[in-house]
């Protein structure tokens, strides 16, 4: 679930381009793995795994008690957005909220209102972009007194990357779209039933009409680098992102996944129709 407290988005002013309905991709974030600190965590769970983007390394709390998460920006960068992928929250109906402290963590004032959370999608808090020496911390509370403890496999917080263009026909929600990978014979030809060896979401799409500097050159090239490993900060994660198709009028189809394929944009139109230049992308995503 996104939930969005942008002003500047909501009136379609967030960039020169993006509009409401515009495709969000959170995949910048400035976390390195000493600034999430969370304490009394669960043995062999600890708070550095929330930074791994891998999603069966997880941070768990030992208690069911209200949880601090720390987010520390010590290099002073613009942030807009706090993501968590991969967790149990919606299990048990937690109840989460970011917090944010211009004084060094004196004192705390709210970013957003507490949400219920259901359902295991990723959760990202949008916000306007924040001064830049600010700290963050995400609040959980529990609301079910039968819960477990609180587990999150992964925290992303940076800047949001909205694409060009809204996607339209063809494009499948890679939320509606769940692919398994089933073995049901064996190698004699003999039915052995039925055996899913993996389960996943997938999707793909064109982006096409892109400008080519302000969009292509500034935006797009590094979420490529990004894809394929780059660091967007030193000692950050890379790889993986959270992308909500729909912010506004879908704002329950998130996925949390990683790029398949993502080629090099090419010219699409000449320089009398604006150079537009297209590209294209393939998502796997967790199930």
Known sequence: ?????NPAWIAEAYTSYAKINNPLVFYRSILRPQDIVAPWPAPNRPPINMWNPDS???WSGQTTDTQYITLNNPSSLFVDYIAIAAHNLGDFFYSVSVERSIDAGTTWGPLSVPYSITGREPIVFFFAAQI???????RIDRTNPS?????IAHIKMGRAFPLYRRIFSGFEPSLMKKSKTIQN????GQYLGQVVIRS???????????QPNTFVRNER???????????VVANTAASTFIIAWRPQKHPSELVYGWATDINYPKNETG????????WSISVGAIA
Request: hydrophobic share 30%; glycine share 8%.
């Open 1 to 5: 679930m996104i939930y969005i407290t």
């Open 56 to 58: 069966a390394s997880v």
């Open 132 to 138: 830049l020496n600010t700290i963050f911390r995400i």
């Open 147 to 151: 819960a477990d403890p609180p587990i």
């Open 185 to 188: 014979g064996s190698d004699s």
């Open 200 to 210: 996943y979401r997938e999707t793909s799409d064109l982006i096409q009409k892109n």
């Open 221 to 231: 090239i590094p979420f490529r680098r990004h894809c394929q490993g780059e660091p």
């Open 271 to 278: 320089n009398s129709q604006g150079g537009f230049m297209e």
